[in-house]
C-alpha cells in the first residue's frame, strides 16, 4: 500500500456512498482488504504507509498502538456493514497485509478475521489469507492462525542470499522462510506463497538462480517475483543517490524474470499475472484476481483504498488519526473519487492485459486497436488470442508489459 494518497473529494462523516455505487451490487464478489501498519524495522526500500514503534510516539499515536490496534479495526468493519446496509454478499476473500501482520498476536488477528465473519458472512469456500514475516511466526502461531480461519499465507521471502538481504534491510536469515512453509503445511495450510525481489543492487543471476531454486524447493504453491522499484524519499533511493550502492540496469531486470519465467514453469509453475506465478489453477490469490477484475472490496486500516460500485476512497493515512475518527463516529475516509466510464475502460485494459486471460479487444479505441496489431505484428501480443476477441501478452510482451498497455490506451 503506497504510502503517497491522491487527492479527491470529501468523504461524508458517515461514509455514506451514493446509491450509484450499490446498484446491482449483489451481483458483483465482495472482498475485504485489512491493513496492519506496524513493521518490526523499516526496511530501505519501502514505500508502504507502515510505523515502528518509535514512529508512533507522541501526539496521537497511542490512539492506535499495537495493543489495541484489532480493536479499533473492527470499528470499520463495523462501519462498512452500516454503509452498504442490507447487502446481502457473503466475503468471498479477506487478505490482512502491512506492514507486518504476524506482529500482532495470532488472537488479534481472530478477532479482526472475526468482525467481518460477524457483520458479513464468509463465503463456504472464502480465502483468507494474511502476509507474515519469516522472524515473525513459528510453528504454534502459526497453528492458531490456522485454527482462527486462515488458509492461506504469504511469507517475504526476497531473497535467498544473505548480502541482497542486507541491502534491502530485511531481517531473516536465509533459510527461515524455507522452514515457515513447511511449518505452515503442517499447520493445515492449504496455500503458500513467498514474495521475492529481483534486481537489488549487488545481486548476480547466480545469486537470482537461487533465490528462485530455493524457493521451489520449499513446497509453496504460489510465487510472486517483484521487480525492485527504487522509491524516492527511502533510505535505499537516498544511498545510490550518493553513490554507495550502483542502480541496477534495466536490462538486468529483464534477464532476471527472463529466469524467473523459465525457472518457475521448469518447477511446474504457470504464469498468470506479469508478477504471479502458481502450481495449479486452485493455488492462484483469489484475492488479486478480485482486484484485477474490478470487484468491490473495502479496505480497512490507515492508509487503505477501497472501491464498491465505481467509487474509490482512501482513509487517512496516520494510525493515530484513523483512530481517532472512528472513535468520534466518523468515517476514517480522507478523501474519494467517482470512477467514469472512461476511467473503467482504461482501468480494465491496465489491469487485465497484464493477466494471462488478457483483456477484451472490444475495450480498445480505434487507435488502440491499430497498436494491438502493432503490437501483435512485433511480437508482443499472441496472434492466436486476436482471432477469439483477447489481446494477450507473449512472454517478450511480459518485458515490455507498460509500454504495450500506454499504446493500447490510447
Request: glycine share 10%; charged share 25%.
Amino acid at each position: 500500500m503506497p504510502s503517497a494518497l491522491p487527492d479527491g473529494e470529501a468523504v461524508p462523516d458517515d461514509g455514506a456512498l451514493p446509491a450509484s455505487a450499490l446498484a446491482g451490487a449483489a451481483d458483483r464478489p465482495l472482498a475485504f482488504y485489512l491493513h496492519v501498519p506496524f513493521c518490526a524495522t523499516r526496511c530501505g526500500y519501502c514505500d508502504f504507509n507502515t510505523y515502528t514503534a518509535s514512529e508512533l510516539r507522541g501526539p496521537g499515536g497511542a490512539a492506535a498502538s499495537r495493543e489495541n490496534y484489532a480493536r479499533v479495526l473492527t470499528e470499520e468493519v463495523r462501519l462498512a456493514r452500516t454503509v452498504l446496509g442490507d447487502d446481502p454478499r457473503a466475503v468471498r476473500t479477506v487478505f490482512v497485509g502491512g506492514g507486518t501482520p504476524t506482529l500482532l498476536p495470532p488472537d488479534d488477528l481472530a478477532l479482526m478475521l472475526d468482525a467481518v465473519r460477524q457483520e458479513f458472512g464468509l463465503a463456504d469456500d472464502a480465502e483468507i489469507t494474511t502476509e507474515a514475516n519469516p522472524e515473525s511466526v513459528d510453528a504454534a502461531s502459526l497453528e492458531r492462525l490456522r485454527a482462527a480461519g486462515f488458509n492461506r499465507i504469504s511469507f517475504g521471502m526476497q531473497s535467498a542470499r544473505q548480502h541482497v538481504l542486507r541491502v534491502l534491510e530485511r531481517t531473516h536469515t536465509p533459510g527461515r522462510p524455507e522452514a515457515c512453509v513447511a511449518e505452515a503445511r503442517a499447520a493445515g495450510f492449504t496455500h503458500v506463497n513467498l514474495d521475492l525481489i529481483y534486481g537489488t543492487p549487488g545481486e548476480s543471476d547466480a545469486d537470482w538462480r537461487a533465490t528462485l531454486e530455493a524457493a521451489t524447493g520449499a513446497g509453496p504453491d504460489h510465487i510472486s517475483a517483484y521487480s525492485l522499484i527504487v522509491e524516492e524519499g527511502t533510505r535505499l533511493a537516498q544511498q545510490i543517490r550518493r553513490g554507495e550502492v550502483p542502480m541496477t540496469d534495466e536490462d538486468v531486470h529483464a534477464d532476471r524474470y527472463l529466469i524467473a519465467e523459465e525457472t518457475l514453469s521448469a518447477a511446474g509453475f504457470t504464469w498468470y499475472e506479469v508478477s504471479n506465478w502458481a502450481s495449479s489453477p486452485a493455488g492462484r490469490c483469489l484475492h488479486n484476481e478480485l482486484y484485477w477484475t474490478g470487484a468491490d472490496w473495502w479496505g480497512a486500516g490507515p492508509g487503505a483504498h477501497s472501491h464498491v460500485g465505481g467509487v474509490r476512497w482512501w482513509n487517512v493515512k496516520h494510525p493515530g488519526a484513523y483512530a481517532q475518527a472512528l472513535a468520534a463516529g466518523r468515517s476514517p475516509g480522507a478523501g474519494r473519487e467517482r470512477l467514469t466510464p472512461e476511467d473503467i475502460r482504461v482501468e480494465r485494459i491496465l489491469l487485465e492485459l497484464r493477466r494471462a486471460e488478457g483483456c477484451e479487444l472490444s475495450l480498445l479505441t480505434p487507435a488502440g486497436l491499430r497498436a494491438a496489431r502493432q503490437a501483435r505484428d512485433d511480437g508482443l501480443l499472441a496472434a492466436g488470442p486476436h482471432a477469439g476477441g483477447q489481446a494477450v501478452l507473449t512472454l517478450r510482451g511480459r518485458l515490455l508489459a507498460d509500454a504495450v498497455t500506454r499504446d493500447l490506451t490510447d
